[in-house]
């Protein structure tokens, strides 16, 4: 009667390992750092769609110096960006040209910026 008693609690014990072996299942939490983006970077990303939001072609951008050339309608609109000491951005928008084809392409560009910046 002890050898099905030792014999009955080892089945036992190797059934439980088994079933807690299957019905567990380990996890690791994963976490990726995702850089944000830079003032400066959002705000040239957000330079570039308001040209494209507003149908101006963009004809020359050099990110070095912050400065977005485009045209649309013999329009030239220019974007300079520059980046303050304080980290704020400062942004200009110049149009030359025939801006009597388009008088308010200018301040379209400018509020689709805006827009884009979330302001």
């Not at 089945?11 to 807690?20: A, D, E, I, K, W």
């Not at 769609?49 to 963009?58: E, L």
Request: aromatic share 6%; proline share 3%.
């Amino acid at each position: 009667m002890k050898t099905n008693r030792l014999t009955l609690m080892i089945l036992m014990l190797f059934v439980g390992l088994l079933t807690s072996a299957c019905a567990s299942e380990q996890t690791e939490p994963v976490s990726y750092a995702i850089p944000s983006m830079s003032k400066f970077d959002r705000a040239w990303i957000a330079a570039q769609d308001a040209f494209a939001d507003q149908g101006v072609k963009i004809t020359s951008s050099d990110r070095s110096t912050g400065v977005i050339q485009g045209t649309r309608d013999e329009i030239t609109l220019t974007t300079t960006l520059n980046q303050r000491a304080d980290g704020s951005i400062e942004i200009k928008f110049n149009s030359s040209g025939k801006t009597s084809n388009d008088p308010d392409l200018i301040r379209r560009v400018s509020h689709a910026y805006s827009r884009s910046m979330g302001h």
